[in-house]
């Protein structure tokens, strides 16, 4: 019998999936040659090349952050140090029913060591942001492979779920909200935007959207919208360099 509290909706869903019937299995998969392959060796090899072909290797130079001259002011962001409260802070916002990446070491751990931890980890991110590296083992993961759709046998229909180190987790977490707070600060980012934003999301956009939509109906204007869809944007990553 299921006991647990009722904003624990995690032990629910657990709880469901363990009395499923069905299970999302990988395979099998058919090689370039056309082989049909059910050994799971195999089959991992062939999503790990596929997975592995999507990651594009591009020149090591760190990109230039954006800038605008503001009353002939240079506006640029050239430099991120990330300090011991920082990492404190982001440490705490950590989820802790989150499962654990390849070091084993989970979000309730991390958070209990906080204060052990935390100038370690801001040295090795502020030395791996002046190097542009990341320590090799930060990029150790647990990959599962989830189909998506279309054909079973085709690798490019599974996506891969990684499970990393929350430690990694929290350096680009830091990056992103100093970056956010400098383009909100020097006013280099359009009000439009509602992606990736505090107390914004897809569905502030869409409501801000059908609003103009509204009243320009209302007004007898006629309306073109262009949608564009960028393919398969999101499995290209970025091959980074390790120290």
């Not at 989830?146 to 229909?157: E, L, Q, W, Y």
């Not at 990056?175 to 956010?180: F, L």
Request: include cysteine; glycine fraction near 6%.
């Amino acid at each position: 019998m299921l006991t647990c509290n009722k904003n624990d909706n995690k032990s629910f869903y657990r709880y469901v999936r363990s009395k499923s019937n069905t299970k999302d299995v990988v395979g099998p998969l058919k090689e370039v040659e056309g082989r049909i392959i059910t050994d799971d060796l195999t089959m991992s090899t062939i999503l790990n090349q596929f997975f592995s072909s999507t990651f594009t290797k591009e020149n090591s130079e760190a990109p230039e952050m954006a800038r605008r001259a503001v009353d002939g002011e240079d506006q640029g962001m050239y430099d991120i140090t990330i300090t011991l409260d920082m990492v404190k802070s982001m440490t705490d916002k950590l989820k802790k029913g989150k499962a654990p990446g390849d070091d084993g070491l989970t979000p309730k751990f991390l958070k209990k060591c906080r204060r052990g931890n935390s100038k370690p980890l801001a040295m090795i991110f502020n030395r791996g942001l002046d190097n542009g590296v990341v320590p090799q083992d930060w990029k150790m993961a647990n990959v599962t492979a989830v189909f998506n759709k279309g054909s079973r046998h085709d690798p490019g229909n599974y996506r891969p779920v990684s499970l990393t180190s929350h430690r990694v987790i929290l350096l680009p977490s830091l990056i992103r909200d100093e970056m956010v707070r400098h383009l909100k600060e020097n006013k280099l980012i359009n009000k439009s935007q509602h992606g990736f934003m505090g107390k914004r999301s897809c569905l502030t956009n869409l409501l801000e959207f059908l609003e103009y939509i509204t009243i320009q109906i209302d007004e007898g204007n006629p309306v073109d919208v262009i949608y564009l869809d960028f393919q398969i944007a999101f499995d290209k990553v970025r091959y980074g360099t390790s120290c």
